[in-house]
């Protein structure tokens, strides 16, 4: 498997602030890039994705924003709350999404009240 | 629905005992997928399955481990002769084959002593 290069690893935002997670890949034959959002003891959830024909998808306060050229993409969370403290991995996968997923390291992100 | 279901959730043994964990898809979904997530390696792909076949085993990562879907309800991955590195979240997927997202399970924490 392609590895994805996710940073930071560990995040601090106050209350309101913007959220920047940044995430590169290798393969040029991922086609689909999902953000998943873990709580502890929990699975993973899908958050949002974009495919590579897009520069930018956003849902409410969350935005995927898309580098085909560089091959990388940024998840950014806007107004950011204390329920949005988690940790987000970043992931790819091709085969238009139907293959297994290879996942960035993901980061532990903390909003501050 | 009750969605992804798995068992046992915490599963303690002795190193070279067989460990055998279980999963459940969401009904109606053609594809599963097992995952291990630890602090050193975070999340990885073991294996998938498409319409019960496996399709990609490139990630087990060794001949002790294997995995069955022997019907589109269930699916077992099992270790024998387990070993302390093998202390890991496993977690089964499961999605619909049409449709891109993964539905995680609440995962099965196992420890070999």
């Known amino acids: 498997q392609q590895q994805v290069k996710q940073s930071p690893q560990s995040l601090i935002v106050q209350k309101g602030g913007i959220s920047i997670i940044n995430c590169a890949y290798e393969?040029?034959?991922?086609?689909?890039f999902p953000w998943y959002q873990q709580f502890p003891g929990k699975g993973p959830a899908l958050l949002i994705a974009?495919?590579?024909?897009?520069s930018e998808k956003k849902e409410g306060r969350f935005t995927i924003s898309f580098n085909k050229s560089a091959k990388q993409f940024s998840l950014h969370i806007m107004d950011s709350q204390p329920g949005d403290s988690a940790t987000y991995f970043c992931?790819?996968?091709?085969?238009?999404?139907?293959?297994?997923?290879?996942f960035g390291k993901g980061t532990h992100l903390i909003i501050q009240p | 629905d009750a969605g992804v279901i798995q068992s046992p959730r915490h599963e303690v043994t002795e190193m070279g005992q067989e460990v055998t964990l279980r999963c459940k898809p969401i009904?109606?979904?053609?594809?599963l997928f097992w995952y291990r997530q630890t602090m050193m390696r975070g999340l990885e792909l073991l294996i998938y399955?498409?319409?019960?076949?496996?399709?990609?085993d490139s990630g087990m990562p060794e001949d002790r481990f294997s995995a069955k879907m022997p019907n589109a309800s269930f699916s077992t991955l099992k270790i024998q002769p387990s070993e302390p590195r093998d202390s890991a979240v496993y977690f089964c997927?499961?999605?619909?084959?049409?449709?891109?997202?993964?539905?995680f399970g609440p995962g099965t924490r196992l420890t070999v002593l």
């Open positions: 399955f498409n319409n019960n076949v496996p399709i990609d």
């Open positions: 009904s109606g979904h053609n594809s």
């Open positions: 393969n040029t034959a991922f086609d689909y």
């Open positions: 974009i495919r590579p024909d897009v």
């Open positions: 997927a499961s999605s619909p084959g049409t449709d891109e997202e993964q539905f």
């Open positions: 992931a790819a996968t091709s085969g238009g999404g139907a293959d297994g997923l290879t």
